[in-house]
């Protein structure tokens, strides 16, 4: 039972950190707000405040590229929802229905691209064929 809970609670931290740095920000806020109010409504103004921190984390480390500072808030968060779990098992469903929530507010920044810089030196008769993305080459 332990993995899963830890698994539910990655998924969630995932989603939740995603979601600090699009449009719909203050829905995440609110639903986490809403979940820690249901078992610990005297850490609920707390939590908030928390999350209004980890946003402005998110939002720099996105701006500068940095992966790493994003994975340790997913990781902070996970094992603050896991010890949510743990300690609240009935509180599955909500978490399961809070990331359903917000799920499309993540999917509408999704896909997240960094810029690309592509570089070729062509000589002779050479051909030099280069994408950012899919490629689909025909001989014709």
Do not use: C, F, Y
């Not at 707000?33 to 610990?40: A, M, S, Y």
């Not at 103004?45 to 940095?66: C, P, Y």
């Not at 340790?72 to 009935?90: I, K, S, T």
């Amino acid at each position: 039972m332990e993995l899963e809970l830890a698994a539910l609670a990655g998924v969630a931290a995932s989603t939740v950190v995603s979601g600090m740095a699009t449009a719909g920000w203050e829905g995440v806020q609110r639903a986490m707000g809403d979940l820690w109010r249901r078992v610990h409504p005297e850490r609920a103004d707390t939590v908030v405040a928390e999350l209004g921190e980890a946003r402005a984390e998110v939002l720099v480390a996105r701006r500068n590229g940095d992966e790493q500072a994003e994975r340790e808030l997913v990781g902070e968060w996970q094992a603050r929802l896991r010890r949510l779990l743990v300690a609240n098992p009935e509180m599955v469903t909500e978490l399961q229905r809070l990331i359903e929530e917000l799920r499309p507010t993540v999917r509408e920044e999704e896909p997240r691209a960094g810029s690309v810089t592509l570089t070729a030196n062509a000589s002779g008769r050479s051909r030099i064929t280069m994408s950012g993305r899919d490629i689909n080459i025909t001989k014709g």
